[in-house]
């Protein structure tokens, strides 16, 4: 498997444009999640899903932040509109939850966000 | 709720000396346990776990953990570090009842020559 896949791996966007990130987890894993990454704040749980059901999203830090899992193979993370206190590495990370041995996640390279 | 504590911050050490990265949690509930390693310009990889069973749990590259569960901690010890061990590491911790995972804020491990 090809793990985790993120695009794109770098984003540079101007203040109020619309930034889409996308996310491919490994195949057969059930669980999804979106972290956000920050020197000031560390790794922040933005919003995970469990067979493409979002379950938790308390972590979206305001409306302007939307997640989508279409399918078991594809999700995205949508700003809009971007500000520049949205600059961060955003990493995707998934998991199978059907076996003891799997309860770590496998992270994707993430993708540097800068907002202008 | 849970919460990590990961006890310094940045930990300078020469290579083939031995290391600990501290990390303590909290909850009220039972929790897995686990740290991963950030290099630059990646994703987070898992180093190890602790689920259940011995509390002295091996991953890769030769690090180790032990969990001590009177002192709600989890460091993580190399008895010999190279250059190549130099990378970000963050401790982890969820509760077993659940799949959200709370992270530490991480220890900056630099290996010197």
């Known amino acids: 498997d090809a793990g985790v896949i993120q695009s794109p791996r770098h984003e540079v966007t101007e203040m109020g444009q619309e930034v889409t990130l996308r996310c491919k987890p490994i195949s057969g894993h059930d669980y999804l999640f979106w972290y956000r990454q920050t020197m000031m704040r560390g790794l922040e749980l933005l919003i995970y899903?469990?067979?493409?059901?979002?379950?938790?999203d308390s972590g979206m830090p305001e409306d302007r932040f939307s997640a989508k899992m279409p399918n078991a193979s594809f999700s995205t993370l949508k700003i809009q509109p971007s500000e520049p206190r949205d600059s961060a590495v955003y990493f995707c990370?998934?998991?199978?939850?059907?076996?003891?041995?799997?309860?770590?996640?496998?992270f994707g390279s993430g993708t540097r966000l800068t907002v202008v | 709720a849970q919460s990590v504590t990961q006890l310094d911050s940045q930990v300078p050490v020469f290579e083939e000396a031995p290391v600990e990265l501290r990390c303590n949690y909290s909850?009220?509930?039972?929790?897995?346990l686990f740290w991963y390693v950030q290099y630059p310009n990646q994703g987070l990889q898992l180093l190890l776990k602790y689920l259940s069973g011995s509390t002295l749990v091996k991953g890769i590259n030769g690090f180790e953990a032990e969990f001590n569960k009177s002192q709600t901690s989890f460091h993580l010890r190399k008895p010999s570090v190279h250059i190549s061990d130099t990378a970000e590491y963050f401790c982890a911790v969820r509760n077993t009842g659940g799949f959200k995972t709370i992270f530490g804020a991480g220890t900056r491990l630099f290996v010197k020559a």
């Open positions: 990370a998934s998991s199978f939850a059907g076996a003891e041995a799997n309860y770590g996640y496998t």
């Open positions: 909850s009220s509930v039972s929790v897995y």
């Open positions: 899903f469990n067979n493409n059901v979002p379950i938790d």
